[in-house]
T-cell receptor
Framework: GENVEQHPSTLSVQEGDSAVIKCTYS??????FPWYKQELGKGPQLIID?????GEKKDQRIAVTLNKTAKHFSLHITETQPEDSAVYFC????????????FGKGTHLIIQP | DAGITQSPRHKVTETGTPVTLRCHQT?????MYWYRQDPGHGLRLIHY???????DKGEVSDGYSVSRSKTEDFLLTLESATSSQTSVYFC????????????FGPGTRLLVL
């Protein structure tokens, strides 16, 4: 089955700086890669996703890049703000059909004022 | 939370007792999922459903059963709860023509003593 590795487990950045979280996946058949943000006591919230036929996608301060050859994808957050502090999860879907996502173990992003 | 509610939101139970968690959605989504979230493990798929009475196992299905007798409700049952099933349980639905994009409910925090 699919295996998703996520790094770092904790990331502390100064407010206004950029943050980058990286994930690798094992199954070359994976074709969909979402990112979720989870605040304390809440469910994961989808913030951006990318499909395997696209190399990069942006939404305001957030961007995701995908390198299919190397089997890794990254989340980039620019101009970080205090409300960006949360746990971020990457995920991958390895087969056609809606049979669930495989998640990384999460990154705790801390924005220092 | 994409029209998803979970009940109860918190539960404390004793080892060996049966427990049923309910996921309810109001938007007639075909696919529904149960995940558990544990520190250091991210989210892991327990079971999923692709229609009324149509279910399949996920990565960590041992000790769990599910039922879906109506489109709007997906039940997760722990027949005889164990301490290793102490976790936060999330329900999700998928949307889109590929059924890729998943949205999560608010979660149920379960403590098995």
């Amino acid at each position: 089955g699919e295996n998703v590795e996520q790094h770092p487990s904790t990331l502390s950045v100064q407010e206004g700086d950029s943050a980058v979280i990286k994930c690798t996946y094992s199954d070359s058949a994976s074709n969909y890669f979402p990112w979720y943000k989870q605040e304390l006591g809440k469910g994961p919230q989808l913030i951006i996703d990318i499909r395997s036929n696209v190399g990069e996608k942006k939404d305001q301060r957030i961007a995701v890049t995908l390198n299919k050859t190397a089997k890794h994808f990254s989340l980039h957050i620019t101009e970080t703000q205090p409300e960006d502090s949360a746990v971020y999860f990457c995920a991958a879907r390895s087969r056609g059909g809606a049979d669930g996502l495989t998640f990384g173990k999460g990154t705790h992003l801390i924005i220092q004022p | 939370d994409a029209g998803i509610t979970q009940s109860p939101r918190h539960k404390v139970t004793e080892t060996g007792t049966p427990v049923t968690l309910r996921c309810h959605q109001t938007e007639n989504h075909r696919y529904m999922y149960w995940y558990r979230q544990d520190p250091g493990h991210g989210l892991r798929l327990i079971h999923y459903s692709y229609g009324v009475k149509d279910t399949d196992k996920g990565e960590v299905s041992d000790g769990y059963s599910v039922s879906r007798s109506k489109t709007e409700d997906f039940l997760l049952t722990l027949e005889s709860a164990t301490s290793s099933q102490t976790s936060v349980y999330f329900c999700a639905i998928s949307v889109g023509h590929r059924q890729e994009t998943q949205y999560f409910g608010p979660g149920t925090r379960l403590l098995v003593l």
